[in-house]
């Protein structure tokens, strides 16, 4: 596509609940990183995936969450037994490896609201 | 990893050149500067990127002083539409993949 595609825009989920939260990244890109986002702070890394390596998985913040990438391309970033301190919004972002140091294409994001 | 102190907030008049300083002074020397925008309810977006040089694009300017502890991202003529929060950044290698932002600075254009 165009862009990297991220999926469901807004979720809003109870706490306890697992939720799935799905990227596109641009075709042809062969890296894919998931960061997240909490109100009024920075990025903070949570997973990279390069081609069939081994993903990075060193920021995930604990076992509930985990990422997986289907045939290099989509991937879905999943949480368990949500918090409220999972709120925040999961941006996914995907570049090139030749193009890696002209800066990611980022998603718009899903905002995640555990209540 | 370098650290980097920019300012929290500025405005800028339409039309107008924005200054934006960063500065980095414990950057290595194998470290390069980039800039970032994340407009509301957006993704961040790459605006450029340099090691010694100044850099040019489309986009913005980036100046770097020579000893490298600071930077400033120039928008030529600002819009309305570049209010956003700009982030410095300084990162180990181009292909490296953990981005650190720190909270930027957010820049109101006003009409």
């Known amino acids: 596509g165009a862009g990297v595609s991220q999926s469901p825009s807004n979720k809003v989920t109870e706490k306890g609940k697992d939720v799935e939260l799905r990227c596109d990244p641009i075709s042809g890109h062969t890296a894919l990183y998931w960061y997240r986002q909490s109100l009024g702070q920075g990025l903070e890394f949570l997973i990279y995936f390069q081609g069939n390596s081994a993903p990075d998985k060193s920021g995930l913040p604990s076992d509930r969450f985990s990422a997986e990438r289907t045939g290099g391309s989509v991937s879905t970033l999943t949480i368990q037994r949500t918090q409220q301190e999972d709120s925040a919004v999961y941006l996914c972002?995907?570049?090139?490896?030749?193009?890696?140091?002209?800066?990611?294409?980022f998603g718009s994001g899903t905002r995640l609201t555990v209540v | 990893d370098a650290k980097t102190t920019q300012p929290p907030s500025m405005d800028c008049a339409e039309g107008r050149a924005a200054n934006l300083p960063c500065n980095h002074s414990?950057?290595?020397?194998?470290?390069?500067v980039y800039w970032y925008r994340q407009i509301h309810s957006q993704g961040p977006q790459y605006i450029i990127h340099g090691l010694k040089n100044n850099e040019t694009n489309e986009m913005a300017s980036l100046i770097i002083t020579e000893d490298r502890k600071s930077s400033t991202l120039i928008l030529p003529h600002a819009t309305l539409r570049d209010t956003a929060v700009y982030y410095c950044i300084v990162r180990p290698a181009p292909n490296d993949y953990k981005l650190s932002f720190g909270a930027g600075t957010t820049v109101t254009v006003r009409a």
């Open positions: 414990t950057i290595s020397g194998n470290e390069y």
């Open positions: 972002a995907s570049s090139s490896l030749d193009r890696a140091a002209y800066g990611y294409t």
